[in-house]
């Protein structure tokens, strides 16, 4: 029995495996329709969402599974006062695999350390989103046609981006890649992900605040949204929210096959115009976390080696 809290508790093999089945389910979903026929996924999410826990929900029901959960602490008993452990112990009786998003970071670890059943991470504050890493690798996979030997900029909030932070872990692990890391100064990479990550593993990065300079060297840009919610005070997120805005003209001198990412939502760090850029690949890639999970789902499950 496995759960997925960070993604380095996946080796590089079952990453890969994971990426493969999910091309496998991309090129003839039918054939997966019924892999998970009385099974049932809860979705816990005590912080908001849109894509993924409906893309979870989807996931499942593709699968043929069915789902269960609440979309906020307010409309759980966590409002009157439940802990974790004890949810995810009555979770246990009802459900076969969980989701749970919580603004609190290690949350979901808790979890697992009480459930019997797989626990998921779908985001734990500022810290760790497994689930969009593998949706990210995967679409990369598919769109720049390989992992290794990438220079991929993580440009905005690399602070607070739970979403930077995971794939940068992940990342990592692929030979040749190089990342550009493009914030404000308040907003730079945590100091634990510089020092015990990229130092320790002589991994080759720069951080820098002009967007325009390093755009001709990308072949990933990772655009991502300054996280209003994780700020202590309005002031500060009022002065940095607009500190990068993608826009056509930024783009002129960007590579011709550089793929433009983001974990969506967006809030003004793209400018519409840019959507129709043939590089923007955001929303496909919320397309891509669907199958993402669809192959997380049936590998926590054990179901991977099951004849479809
Ligand atoms: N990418 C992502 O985590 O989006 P949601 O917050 O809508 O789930």
Redesign the pocket.
């Known amino acids: 029995m496995r759960h997925l809290i960070n993604p380095m508790d996946l080796s590089t093999e079952e990453v890969n495996n994971i990426l493969a089945l999910a091309k496998k389910i991309m090129a003839n979903p039918e054939k997966y329709a019924h892999v998970c026929e009385g099974k049932k996924l809860a979705t816990l999410f005590y912080e908001?969402?849109?894509?993924?826990?409906l893309s979870f929900e989807a996931a499942m029901l593709n699968l043929g599974g069915k789902t269960l959960g609440f979309h906020s602490a307010d409309s759980s008993s966590a409002s009157k006062g439940e802990s974790v452990a004890d949810t995810i112990r009555i979770i246990n009786c009802y459900a076969d695999i969980v989701a749970m998003r919580h603004p609190k970071e290690g949350a979901p670890l808790v979890a697992s350390k009480y459930s019997r059943i797989p626990v998921i991470n779908a985001?734990d504050g500022g810290h760790m989103?497994p689930t969009?890493t593998l949706t990210d690798l995967l679409t990369m996979s598919e769109l720049n046609g390989r992992l290794e030997n990438l220079t991929i900029g993580f440009c905005g909030d690399l602070k607070f981006g739970r979403?930077v932070h995971s794939l940068i872990n992940a990342m990592v692990r692929y030979p040749g890649v190089k990342f550009v890391l493009i914030s404000p100064e308040e907003l730079k990479i945590p100091a634990y992900l510089r020092e015990e990550t990229l130092d320790a593993k002589g991994i080759p990065y720069k951080e820098v605040s002009n967007l325009e300079a390093v755009m001709p060297e990308l072949d990933v840009l990772y655009m991502t949204r300054v996280q209003k919610e994780r700020f202590f005070n309005e002031e500060d997120y009022i002065r940095l929210k607009d500190t990068f805005i993608l826009d056509k003209k930024k783009l002129e001198n960007a590579k011709q096959d550089m793929y433009i990412l983001h974990?969506?939502?967006r809030v003004n760090e793209i400018a519409v115009e840019v959507d129709d850029d043939p590089r923007a690949a955001y929303f496909r890639q919320a397309q891509f976390g669907v199958y993402a999970r669809m192959a997380l789902i049936i590998t926590l499950l054990g179901l991977a080696d099951k004849e479809v």
Do not use: C, E
């Open positions: 908001p969402s849109t894509r993924t826990r985001g989103h969009q979403t974990p969506l939502p």
